[in-house]
């Protein structure tokens, strides 16, 4: 069972995220959001379900990204992220989903 991660509520404004490498981990964010973060968790993966209006910029290290669910006006910014491959579920648009060693990707669900 993964680690989880809640950030709910409108007005949420976060620099400090930090994912280490203690397993698996899912990030949950609902409501209006700006959060930045670290993440180092080269043997795991990272799990996002997000749903709202803002950004999420991520960057670091991660074996894999699954992007479950992404709802709203929001930026998903991975181009610091090193990962082998990104998993996505859904209907939006995603740039060059797979195996990647940088990801030059922005995702923007509107």
């Given at each position: 069972?993964?680690?989880?991660?809640?950030?709910?509520?409108?007005?949420?404004?976060?620099?400090?995220?930090?994912?280490?490498?203690?397993?698996?981990?899912?990030?949950?964010?609902?409501?209006?959001?700006?959060?930045?973060?670290?993440?180092?968790?080269?043997?795991?993966?990272?799990?996002?379900?997000?749903?709202?209006?803002?950004?999420?910029?991520?960057?670091?290290?991660?074996?894999?990204?699954?992007?479950?669910?992404?709802k709203g006006d929001c930026k998903l910014y991975l181009e610091?992220?090193?990962?082998?491959?990104?998993?996505?579920?859904?209907?939006?648009?995603?740039?060059?989903?797979?195996?990647?060693?940088t990801v030059p990707m922005i995702?923007?669900?509107?």
């Amino acid at each position: 069972m993964p680690r989880r991660i809640f950030f709910k509520g409108d007005g949420i404004y976060t620099d400090s995220l930090v994912v280490g490498n203690h397993g698996n981990t899912e990030l949950f964010v609902r409501g209006s959001f700006v959060i930045h973060g670290l993440i180092h968790c080269p043997k795991y993966r990272l799990i996002l379900n997000i749903a709202g209006t803002g950004e999420l910029k991520l960057h670091g290290i991660c074996k894999q990204i699954e992007i479950k669910k992404i709802k709203g006006d929001c930026k998903l910014y991975l181009e610091e992220l090193t990962t082998s491959s990104i998993m996505y579920y859904g209907q939006h648009r995603v740039i060059s989903p797979g195996d990647l060693k940088t990801v030059p990707m922005i995702i923007d669900c509107e």
